[in-house]
């Protein structure tokens, strides 16, 4: 693909874009500053590179004005280089769907499924099922009863939806997730344990991406909802009746009790554990391996265990270092303290 056809392609997008150089490179695909050829589009987003970036052989290069000096290949200037990078990574390797409907694939005679939706081998698409144009469902995944499904949506192989469940447009669902399971509702009676229905379904919003083996549950009585533009990595957990405010992002292995708000652009690093029936205000921010066991009310960045605003985290972690210096002192001091009292009460 020609680079001015690249970039009309970005300025439809509504991208500013300045290009530095010859419009005329032949672009085939992306690639590293280090090992880019003269067909590959490369991107820096951080200065550390700044040595691989003055001696690429990149036929472009998209950064930001601040760089430019020290590229000596043609470049693509723009405010947000990576985001930049995410729509021509996509221009240059575009999903191939062939829409028909494999002959192992069992869908019920009542499903409504547009006539662009990819069904693969052995999937089951179970009654009611509404499924919008452009959609993939990938192999051996189960849709259950009244699932819908909105358009340009990638359900990976062995995903189970179950039942009434609601997905948005542009959801990408990779293998082995599983939306709408019951929740861990049980009640106890002298020792025994009673299962409580769970009837709320899973709402996902439009252009979420759930990871490898997410498991969202089902609401017990609400529903659970991830709302609009959140992306959530492999191996999370989110409890029935929880919320996922629009746009915030969650790594992997996090797991959310239930009940539990997470406001807008929140983001969540690996093995954060959230306490269940508590509030997370918009714009938190929560470090690996936090422990967040109370409602978060003020915006910021959190860690620890429980979780703490970070300055007070980095103090407190300088500290416990010193924590064995810090008692042998105090072993000494208490030990002149008793020697001066003793020295008092013999004289």
């Not at 280089?81 to 021509?88: D, G, I, R, S, T």
Request: hydrophobic fraction near 40%; include cysteine; glycine fraction near 10%.
């Amino acid at each position: 693909m020609l680079l001015r056809d690249i970039v009309s392609h970005l300025q439809r997008l509504g991208v500013q874009v300045d290009l530095i150089g010859s419009d005329e490179s032949d672009i085939q695909q992306v690639a590293g500053l280090n090992g880019a050829s003269a067909q590959h589009i490369s991107f820096l987003n951080d200065k550390k590179y700044l040595s691989a970036l003055e001696e690429t052989k990149a036929g472009v290069v998209i950064l930001e004005s601040t760089y430019q000096e020290h590229c000596k290949v043609p470049m693509l200037v723009v405010k947000n280089p990576y985001y930049v990078y995410a729509l021509v990574a996509q221009l240059l390797n575009p999903t191939k769907n062939t829409y028909q409907h494999h002959l192992d694939a069992t869908i019920d005679e009542s499903a409504q499924l547009d006539s662009r939706v990819a069904v693969m081998a052995q999937a089951v698409i179970q009654k009611e099922v509404i499924i919008g144009e452009h959609s993939v469902i990938g192999c051996g995944t189960v849709i259950e009863e009244g699932v819908t499904i909105g358009q340009n949506c990638l359900i990976g192989a062995n995903v189970v939806i179950r039942h009434g469940c609601v997905i948005g447009n542009n959801v990408i669902i990779e293998a082995g997730a599983i939306i709408g399971g019951d929740g861990f509702g049980w009640a106890n009676n002298e020792g025994k344990w009673v299962k409580i229905p769970q009837i709320g379904r899973v709402v996902i919003g439009d252009d979420v991406s759930i990871g490898n083996n997410v498991c969202i549950d089902r609401g017990a009585i609400e529903n659970t909802i991830i709302e609009d533009n959140c992306i959530i990595d492999n191996m999370v957990h989110i409890a029935h009746n929880v919320k996922i405010g629009q746009g915030s992002a969650i790594a992997g292995q996090t797991g959310f009790a239930g009940s539990t708000t997470l406001g807008k652009h929140c983001t969540v690093a690996g093995q954060v554990g959230f306490s269940g029936h508590i509030t997370i205000a918009d714009n938190s921010h929560f470090l690996a391996k936090s422990g967040v066991t109370h409602s978060i009310k003020t915006s910021g960045a959190y860690s620890g265990f429980p979780a703490i605003p970070v300055s007070d985290w980095q103090k407190n972690s300088i500290r416990a270092r010193h924590l064995d210096k810090m008692a042998k002192q105090i072993k000494a001091l208490q030990k002149q303290v008793e020697q001066l009292v003793s020295k008092d009460v013999s004289s």
